[in-house]
């Protein structure tokens, strides 16, 4: 019995690691074969028709958090739903292009051949109340577009289960483990398009 205990150990480890992955494919199209000789790409993002957590709607998330924030104390629902919205360019942007230019080797400049659209398409915000957590991961769509034609869609990749959380479980703001969740997508995205 004891030498049991081993390997199955191991296995639900891995089976459990596995469950954190994200996944990344390529729903339709190609990356264009001069996106390699590429030396820099623009980045865009947008955030319509999102669901959170078990919400269909952003919208009915925002509010329902507002009331219930608002009901504890006056006013914080409504700092935290500004919070909420500003964090897209304060936090998640700027995470996803400092991972995505270091794992892609791309410089960022709107002038690019090339633009990377990442539209956000599921957030599942987690929590983080320090006995027991929920990390946080977003699903998103990439379209690899012409700068100057950004109606035709060239690429389009899917990003699926972004994982988000500090790396010392510090992550008790929800904007810090979402932009974990940028940042991971942009890595992914990154490597993705170095291939």
């Known amino acids: 019995m004891k030498h049991l205990k081993l390997p199955l150990l191991i296995l639900a480890l891995c089976i459990s690691i596995s469950s954190f992955a994200q996944r990344i494919k390529v729903l339709e199209g190609d990356i264009p074969a001069d996106f390699k000789?590429?030396?820099s790409v623009n980045t865009e993002f947008t955030y319509e028709n999102i669901g959170v957590g078990k919400y269909d709607?952003?919208?009915d998330y925002i509010k329902a958090k507002t009331e219930e924030y608002n009901q504890k104390e006056p006013g914080r629902g409504d700092n935290w739903a500004k919070s909420w919205i500003a964090d897209r360019k304060n936090r998640f942007e700027p995470k996803f292009d400092e991972l995505f230019t270091k794992y892609s080797d791309l410089t960022l400049n709107k002038n690019s051949k090339y633009t990377i659209i990442f539209h956000?398409?599921?957030l599942e915000?987690?929590?983080n109340i320090?006995?027991?957590r929920k990390n946080a991961t977003i699903n998103g769509e990439a379209l690899i577009v012409e700068?100057?034609?950004k109606s035709k869609v060239l690429a389009k990749i899917s990003i699926d289960k972004a994982p988000g959380k500090s790396f010392w479980g510090n992550d008790y703001d929800t904007g810090e483990r979402l932009?974990?969740?940028y940042a991971t997508a942009g890595r992914a995205v990154g490597k993705f398009v170095k291939k």
């Open 37 to 39: 000789d590429q030396k």
């Open 57 to 59: 709607k952003e919208e």
């Open 120 to 122: 956000t398409t599921f």
């Open 125 to 127: 915000p987690g929590f």
């Open 130 to 132: 320090g006995i027991t």
């Open 147 to 149: 700068t100057a034609n």
């Open 179 to 181: 932009s974990e969740c």
